[in-house]
């Protein structure tokens, strides 16, 4: 059972590069989110998608941009790095099932890291 | 806007002692609340959940129990084993109905649990 798959697990950039952090679930899932892992400040929300099409503002958006692709992909993309966002970024899914609470599943991290 | 804080720790403690993580939260509604574990390089796993006041969520020997008169949702085990060394995450979710499934999570405890 894949569940929810991030690529890649590391990465080191250099400042004003451009990356896209890939992440595919395979549970047909309607929600995915993206978060940032920071010490010290729990996680926080980037970006999220309620579902295939739509895609909304977290907490800390600035300095990204995501692309729902389909129901099973969601990508985050920097595209000019800088070293604030040398962070664990992690992507999460959920099954919408009108206000029942499932929980998210989340994968198990990119590492990177901006010089 | 809502908001969960928890314990910080680090928090260390030898075999078979007994653990209790606090959390506290601030939400305009009546949310559901959740602990989630994150192991060494691995991303976050669905620990337990509660859904309602007075609701216990257990799961591996963890407790927690809804208390809405002091918005608590503490972590408690009676008896830890070194493998419970991890990061404790508490969470809320408003459920305010809508699409917003998002998740507000605590900063997180980091526990280690010596032989």
């Known amino acids: 059972n894949a569940g929810v798959t991030q690529t890649p697990k590391f990465q080191v950039l250099k400042t004003g590069q451009s990356m896209t952090l890939q992440c595919a679930q395979d549970?047909?899932?309607?929600?995915m989110y993206w978060y940032r892992q920071d010490p010290g400040m729990g996680l926080r929300l980037i970006y999220y998608?309620?579902?295939?099409?739509?895609?909304d503002k977290g907490e800390v958006p600035n300095g990204y941009n995501v692309s729902r692709l389909n129901k099973r992909e969601f990508s985050l993309r920097l595209e000019s790095a800088a070293p604030s966002q040398t962070s664990v970024y992690f992507c999460?899914?959920?099954?919408?099932?009108?206000?029942?609470?499932?929980?998210?599943?989340f994968g198990d991290g990119t590492r990177l890291s901006i010089l | 806007g809502d908001s969960v804080t928890q314990m910080e720790g680090p928090v260390t403690l030898s075999e078979e002692a007994f653990l209790t993580i606090n959390c506290t939260y601030t939400?305009?509604?009546?949310?559901?609340l959740f602990w989630y574990v994150q192991y060494p390089g691995e991303g976050l796993q669905l620990l337990l959940k509660?859904?309602?006041?007075?609701d216990k969520g257990s799961n591996k020997g963890f407790e927690a129990t809804y208390r809405k008169e002091t918005t608590s949702f503490h972590l408690e085990k009676g008896s830890v084993q070194v493998s419970d060394s991890a990061v404790y995450f508490c969470?809320?979710?408003?459920?305010?109905?809508?699409?917003?499934?998002?998740?507000?999570f605590g900063k997180g405890t980091l526990l280690t649990v010596n032989p």
């Open positions: 509660a859904t309602k006041a007075d």
């Open positions: 998608s309620a579902s295939e099409g739509t895609t």
């Open positions: 999460a899914s959920r099954q919408n099932r009108g206000r029942s609470n499932q929980p998210q599943h």
């Open positions: 549970m047909n899932h309607n929600s």
């Open positions: 969470a809320l979710r408003e459920n305010s109905g809508g699409s917003n499934y998002k998740l507000t």
């Open positions: 939400a305009t509604g009546y949310p559901s």
